[in-house]
């Protein structure tokens, strides 16, 4: 799916939550509330075009890297999408009056052969090169070696396939 600007993916998954309730475990839930809530707070604010942002740069560079989907361009989920618009889309002014990021850590957790490694991956090259923050320390941690390539790959071969990334990378 092409990602749109001015379509608040966020609202679509929440929507889609709330009417079908019993299909979605309670955390689910609770974080489909949590974004509800915090879209009536005043001292924060929800930027769609920004979490669009975001959900397009993983579209646009990260391929899967096993499997029958080997090649292709990612196509993220709705799930995934209100997972990147949570964390890419809320803003807040900081004590400089600049606009910056309310989420600055996520814990998501994610069932096995669901494509976690691929997500981190996405918002690890995101963080490295769409928020265009110069020197920003980015982290990927693995719990062994083979776990670490995982990740690494699809992030090297983004970087490898895309003449701008690879010419603002040095190795």
Known sequence: MMIKLGVNYADQYASHVMEHKKKYP???I???ERYKKWKKRKDIWFEVDRANEMLDFVQSFIR?????LAGQLMELELWEMFVFANMYGWYRKNEKG??????????????????????????LLYAMYGELE????????ASDYEQA??????????IENSEPLARHTQV
């Open 98 to 123: 600049k606009d910056v990021r309310v989420v600055r850590e996520a814990y998501v957790q994610v069932p096995k052969k669901n494509g976690k490694t691929i997500i981190a991956a996405g918002a």
């Open 64 to 68: 899967h890297v096993k499997g029958p």
């Open 134 to 141: 110069l020197g920003a320390d980015c982290y990927c941690a």
């Open 149 to 158: 390539q995982n990740a690494a790959e699809p992030i090297a071969q983004a």
């Open 30 to 32: 609770l974080a489909v």
């Open 26 to 28: 309670k955390s689910i």
